[in-house]
Every structure is written in C-alpha cells, then in structure tokens.
C-alpha cells in the first residue's frame, strides 16, 4: 500500500512517526497493540471509499518517543498537535484493540477535533492485570530488551509454516473451535495474518499499553457519534469491552459481529466489518 512516511518534531525534544495513505476525508488511525504506522489490516477497504488513512506510530512504538506515552492526557495532546502540525481541523478517529483508550481520551479531551469515533474490538474498560496469564506472558516475551528476539522467531516460523502458526495463535484471538475458525480462514487470510505478523514489534510501546487504565470519567465529554464494533467470538479483548462502552455511551451504535474473533479485517466476514465502518462514516461525513 502506497503511503507516505513522516516524522514530527515536538519542541519538547521529543517526536511522533507517522504515516499518511490515501486522498479525501482524514481519518486518525489509533493502532493496536505490537502495531506502528506501518499498519495496513483493514485499510483498502476505506482508501478505495476515498479516506485518508493518518496514522501515527503510539508512544514507544517504531520511533515515536515512549515518553509522549506518560499518560493518556499527554498522548492526546499530543495527536491533537500532529492535526495541527498537518493543518488538519477535525477528523474521523479509529481506534484499534489496545488503541482504544487512546481513542477515547482524544475524542474526551479534544471533542472539537473528533467528528467521530469507531472503536474496533478496543479496550474500553479493565483488560490485563497482574493476576493474569496473559500479563506474565507480555511482561516476559514483550519487555524491550526481549521483544525484538521473540518477534524475529516468530517472523521466522511464520514465513515457513503460515497454518501452523496461526493454529497455535488461534485459540489467544478466538473463542471458537479451531475446526470452526478454519472455516472462515482462506490462503488469502492466512498470507494477511502472516504479514501482521512480519509487520509487528512491541518496542516499548505494548508495556505502556498494557499498564494503561481507561477512565470512566473520559465517557461523559464524548459527544461525536460513536461507533462500535466487536466479535463475538474475541478471545483478545473480550466482547464484554463493547457492551461496556454501549453501557456508558447509550448514543453509540453498537455492532456485534459474528466473525472468528478478533482479528475482525481478515476472513471470510471481513466484509460485514467492512460495511459497518463504511456506512457510519458516510451517515457523518465531516
């Protein structure tokens, strides 16, 4: 995918990478987590509607400074200052997975820049703590002096042995059978979950993600139109996340969606996301 590659140098000393792709409306991409600015899954789809993708690497993610990360107050000054950087006045936000507080907080703090918010099986309230497997896992694999090797492993196995790999992960993005979920999975999904895969670090942006709390207090200033969209079957970020937004943000849409799980861009039912997202952007146009 074409796009063109940025760096903005804040006077604080530090900086914000980021990426622009496409032409027309601009859209604020929040990437998940083990992402960057490099991000591409569900993209096509709205640059062929005629969106412009804007996404900025998250603090402590590729090159963006992880200092900018501090709090989710400092980050969303900061992404308002990368719209003023560009001369960009208002735009649509999509906030992915663990981009979802990021999200919330820009559209909280900044409402007159937000004309709306799509949250994309995103964090919206409690997700990993200590207590949980999955937080000892990431605090061993994907701390920054490891995560560059756990990656290049995985790169590697899954340049050789794509099915296998996504076998093994299946079950930590899925609810469902893994006999259920091939159903879904074609070679094309397969060679997209592949590149995710060769696209992903965690530097140490996933830390501060995993060590950040969504607050409550960031629903009530959301006033732009809202959208959420959510698997069923998400085994990542539980389903329980969209259906807490519904429950603080009654004016949302909520979208519950059938697919595999949470990797709602890829598979056979990509489309019904597809068609969410694009239909809510067209009822709101800026």
Known sequence: ???????????????????????????????????????????????????????????????????????LESAAEAYAGLLDYLQIESVHVLAVSAGGPSGLMLASAYPERVRT??????????????????????????????EKGTWALLRMAVKKRPEMIFKQ??????????????????????????????????????LIDVNTKAAEEMWTSIHAPVLIVHSEHDASVPVQHAHQAKRLMPQAELTILESWGHLIWIGSKAQNRDHAVLNFLKKNRL
């Open 1 to 71: 995918m074409e796009r063109t590659l940025g760096m903005w140098y804040r006077k604080d000393g530090t900086q914000m990478e980021y990426t622009i792709c496409g032409t027309g409306e601009p859209v604020l991409v929040m990437h998940g987590g083990h992402s960057n600015c490099m991000e591409e899954m569900g993209y096509a789809p709205l640059v062929r509607r005629g969106y412009r993708l804007i996404t900025p690497s998250r603090p402590g993610y590729r090159a963006t400074s992880a200092e900018i990360g501090g709090s």
């Open 117 to 146: 918010l799509t949250l994309e099986s995103a964090v919206t309230t409690k997700w990993l703590t200590k207590k949980d497997a999955a937080y000892k896992a990431a605090m061993v694999l994907f701390r920054p002096k490891v």
């Open 169 to 206: 992960m299946a079950a930590s993005f899925s609810t469902l059978s893994y006999e259920h979920i091939r159903q879904e999975i074609n070679s094309r999904a397969l060679q997209e979950f592949a590149g995710m895969i060769a696209g992903q670090r965690s530097g140490k942006g996933f």
